[in-house]
């Protein structure tokens, strides 16, 4: 990270400005006080004052890094005690040995600077708080920038997140498909018409009046699965072959609400939309007492699917199990050339 | 009254079941054959040379668009289909008519006074496509389908290097293979991701990310390198496409 003052023009004159300022009120001052003649007074000014204008840009490295790390009060104070004994230890050490080496030949000079060091001691310790100060309020400023295009970032990324879930709630090919089926029943099978009719109201109170981000149990989710697996099976008979594996003490287990269906959906499109033979769908629930893991497994033809990658429904998953339990690695995908299968895991608390 | 003799393509029963029901003792039209994959329709419109085919577009192996163009001189075409967002391509593909699912008797036997008229003039279609289409394209193509004898093969655009034109053929070119296919460079250009692929040629639509270099050859002359070894000649406008694309 680049200091602030040198990674802008106007800063650094700023800076230099406030520097030229103090040199002339040095060299005012110790040519009063001191009697001494302008050019010893102005070199004194400069020597002094510019050492320490550059050890300043130098001391920004420090405390950033030291900030970026840490944040405990006794150690920021402990390491700004220490930076300043440091930074005006040497300076001082610095300024004495360069101007003696100037005045060399003027002893009254060098017993003034020998008996003003202390005041030049003090003068450091200010200096180095100011610029401290200074350096301090960059960061802070700094961070809160940050952190407000971050939260503005993270809020337009939930309310997308929550769009696109809405819209892969009830996918309308499905329903339009649906509707179709039961407009053809009712002209040859009036009562499973009315039966098909029943069950997508069901899936359809279930999907709209359930909001995504609540637990639910095992058992209202697999409900809500053979309720959109018995109307696929209405539409495609034969050529959906479902398999179910619930272990009995996993039932009351939870889990999000709506997270299963549309990998079953998932599963129904790559296995049966694109079999003209039967398609198997595999559901296996295992449990133990720390978490619920769900195997969703289907038959397919890799040579015959769309080389697209991952959907919009699988990544909406993944974001919604790392929001819920901070953990990325909860859904799990393998591919051979016979079967397409998901894990995912959901951790009990 | 001329009877149509019409074939059902849909892998949906109760889909199939519905347009027999709807054309069930109406006059004129007779469903000769049903078919419940893109596979068996095409065999059967060979075999069967029905007048008009009923056609569904999400099918397995092979969808309606692809069955359609491996099929030597097509019938008239209805698709039926839940999905609304490929309606140009089929009126494209010179389809009499579109129904979204689910419709209405009277809307399929609207469909099929559609396909009478066009029989009885001469195969003259002029319905307005922009009256029927609400809807823009927003599919591109995610795979083409071609024929080598009588074997079927299915081609990933990803596997695609590039595609030549040859009088009304395209001989697509992938890493291991290449298939000569009925079909225009307009239409590819306008179907395949644009993202994916460019037009550096009257004759030739490149994958993007095969391109290797491009090389000066003659005066204000370039040829393009593939990842395959091959060179391709650009022309004036492909090289403004591909200036466009590579930002140079």
């Not at chain 2, 006059?27 to 009923?54: H, M, T």
Request: proline letters at 3%.
């Amino acid at each position: 990270m680049q200091n602030p003052i040198l990674s802008a023009r106007k800063t650094f004159i700023y800076y230099m400005g406030i520097w030229i300022i103090v040199v002339c009120f040095h060299t005012f001052l110790i040519q009063t006080s001191g009697r001494m003649n302008l050019t010893t007074a102005l070199t004194d000014s400069i020597v002094s004052n510019l050492l320490f204008g550059a050890i300043g840009l130098g001391l920004w490295y420090p405390i950033f890094f030291a900030r970026a790390e840490d944040e405990k009060v006794i150690s920021t104070v402990i390491n700004n005690i220490v930076g300043c004994v440091v930074a005006v230890g040497f300076w001082l050490g610095l300024t004495y040995f360069l101007l003696v080496s100037v005045f060399s030949h003027d002893p009254k000079y060098i017993i003034f600077l020998r008996n003003s060091i202390p005041w030049r001691a003090g003068i450091g310790i200010i200096f180095y708080e100011v610029i401290i100060m200074v350096y301090y309020l960059i960061i802070f400023y700094r961070n809160n920038k940050e952190n407000q295009v971050k939260e503005a970032e993270l809020k337009a990324l939930v309310k997308e997140s929550e769009l696109k879930s809405l819209k892969s709630q009830i996918n309308p090919h499905f329903l339009f498909n649906s509707l179709n089926s039961i407009s053809s029943l009712t002209m040859i099978e009036p009562a499973k018409a009315q039966e098909m009719i029943i069950k997508l109201s069901e899936f359809l109170r279930y999907t709209t009046s359930n909001k995504e981000e609540k637990l639910t149990t095992l058992d209202r989710e697999i409900d809500n699965i053979n309720r959109y697996l018995d109307i696929e099976k209405i539409r495609f008979g034969r050529r959906l072959i479902v398999k179910q594996e619930v272990g009995e003490n996993c039932r009351n287990l939870k889990l999000p609400g709506l997270i299963l269906q549309p990998l079953l959906e998932n599963a129904v499109k790559y296995g049966v939309y694109e079999s003209t033979q039967g398609s198997v769908i595999e559901m296996i629930c295992t449990c133990n007492s720390s978490a619920l893991s769900i195997v969703i497994r289907n038959g397919w033809d890799p040579e015959f699917q769309s080389n697209k990658g991952e959907g919009v429904g699988l990544r909406n998953i993944r974001s919604r199990l790392r929001i819920l339990y901070n953990q990325d690695d909860l859904l799990n995908i393998r591919k051979d050339p016979k079967n397409f299968e998901i894990t995912i895991i959901f951790p009990q608390t | 009254m001329e009877n149509i003799r019409a074939l059902i393509i849909d892998d949906e029963e109760l889909a199939r079941e519905l347009i027999k029901n709807y054309l069930k003792n109406q006059p004129g039209i007779q469903v000769i054959g049903e078919c419940e994959n893109g596979f068996e329709g095409a065999r059967s419109i060979a075999e069967l040379k029905p007048d008009l085919v009923f056609l569904d577009i999400q099918m397995p192996k092979l969808n309606g668009f692809e069955m359609l163009e491996l099929t030597d001189d097509p019938p008239e075409i209805i698709f039926i289909t839940a999905h609304n967002e490929f309606a140009i391509r089929a009126f494209e593909m010179n389809a009499v008519d579109y129904l979204l699912k689910p419709y209405s008797q009277d809307r399929l036997l609207a469909a099929v006074e559609k396909v009478r008229e066009k029989i009885r003039t001469g195969g003259r279609n002029d319905q307005k496509i922009s009256q029927l289409v609400q809807q823009p394209l927003t599919e591109k193509l995610e795979r083409i389908v071609v024929k080598t004898g009588t074997k079927i093969k299915v081609i990933p655009v990803d596997k695609i290097v590039y595609l030549e034109a040859q009088d009304d053929y395209i001989m697509v070119y992938t890493d291991d293979s290449k298939h000569l296919k009925q079909g225009t460079m307009k239409f590819y250009e306008d179907h395949l991701d644009e993202s994916k692929f460019i037009r550096v040629h009257r004759s030739y639509i490149v994958r993007i990310d095969q391109v290797v270099q491009l090389e000066p050859y003659a005066k204000d002359n370039y040829i393009l390198k593939l990842k395959n070894g091959n060179s391709l000649k650009v022309s004036r406008n492909g090289l403004k496409n591909l200036k466009e694309k590579f930002n140079f």
